[in-house]
């Protein structure tokens, strides 16, 4: 991916075709102390958040938008978006979880601009009426066969690609997932149960199930 436009905009050094210039020094820096660096002055700071968060936030993107395009061009906009508004990012929060929200915002806007809807299943439940497990099979975590479990991700429902996504790749709790969607814990154990059913029928249906093992 190149953002050479959107990276002097900004006055960040970075180049994603051949890596983000950053001072190796800052790199163990936390979330927290580069915005602080950023808010000071130093623009070209930004590029180790850039670094830290493209490439999950561009696998997001690729498996709500279905197309690597669209989804560079969101993810481009969220880090526009993300940048401007770090004067009112509250510190108490993570960093991460907010430009997810910004990042799922802005895959729901792309969306709807294209005329495609998003299913709403997202029902409330009583949890001790409706417990769900959610640990997925150990099968789906073989890193050799990541691919392949990918690829079946990204035919699943936006919402429900989503989902998996935020927890099982990107080790996300329920409690943020619900902030980045805007929506309950409930809600997300149920798009996310529904989510593990669709993936199993979609592994079954092309007899990947095999290979997977």
Same mark, same amino acid.
């Given at each position: 991916?190149?953002?050479?436009?959107?990276?002097?905009?900004? &006055?960040?050094?970075?180049?994603?075709?051949?890596?983000?210039?950053?001072?190796?020094?800052?790199? &163990?820096?936390?979330?927290?102390?580069?915005?602080?660096?950023?808010?000071?002055?130093? =623009?070209?700071?930004?590029?180790?958040?850039?670094?830290?968060?493209?490439?999950?936030?561009?696998?997001?993107?690729?498996?709500?938008?279905?197309?690597?395009?669209? =989804?560079?061009?969101?993810?481009?906009?969220?880090? %526009?978006?993300?940048?401007?508004?770090?004067?009112?990012?509250?510190?108490?929060?993570?960093?991460?979880?907010?430009?997810?929200?910004?990042?799922?915002?802005? =895959?729901?806007?792309?969306? +709807?601009?294209?005329?495609?809807?998003?299913?709403?299943?997202? /029902?409330?439940?009583?949890?001790?009426?409706?417990?769900? &497990?959610?640990?997925?099979?150990?099968?789906?975590?073989?890193?050799?066969? &990541?691919?392949?479990?990918?690829?079946?991700?990204? @035919?699943?429902?936006?919402?429900? +690609? =989503?989902? %998996?996504?935020?927890?099982?790749?990107?080790?996300?709790?329920?409690? @943020?997932?619900? @902030?980045?969607?805007?929506?309950?814990?409930?809600?997300?154990?149920? *798009?996310?149960?529904? +989510?593990?059913?669709?993936?199993?029928?979609?592994?079954?249906?092309?007899?990947?199930?095999?290979? /997977? *093992?």
């Amino acid at each position: 991916m190149k953002f050479l436009i959107f990276a002097a905009k900004f &006055h960040v050094l970075c180049n994603f075709s051949s890596g983000v210039l950053v001072k190796k020094n800052m790199k &163990h820096l936390s979330d927290s102390e580069i915005i602080d660096s950023v808010l000071l002055g130093n =623009a070209n700071d930004y590029s180790l958040l850039i670094a830290r968060y493209k490439n999950k936030a561009f696998s997001l993107l690729k498996r709500m938008l279905k197309n690597e395009m669209d =989804a560079e061009e969101v993810l481009q906009d969220s880090f %526009v978006k993300a940048y401007f508004g770090l004067k009112s990012f509250k510190k108490e929060a993570k960093f991460s979880t907010w430009f997810y929200r910004i990042v799922y915002n802005s =895959a729901v806007t792309k969306l +709807s601009s294209k005329r495609r809807k998003i299913e709403q299943e997202m /029902l409330s439940v009583d949890d001790e009426e409706n417990p769900l &497990h959610l640990a997925m099979p150990e099968w789906e975590f073989n890193k050799e066969k &990541h691919e392949l479990l990918h690829a079946a991700i990204r @035919e699943l429902p936006e919402n429900y +690609s =989503a989902v %998996v996504t935020l927890f099982y790749l990107e080790d996300m709790t329920g409690e @943020e997932i619900a @902030e980045v969607m805007n929506t309950s814990v409930g809600n997300v154990k149920v *798009v996310l149960y529904r +989510s593990r059913l669709a993936l199993k029928e979609i592994i079954s249906k092309k007899d990947l199930k095999k290979e /997977l *093992v």
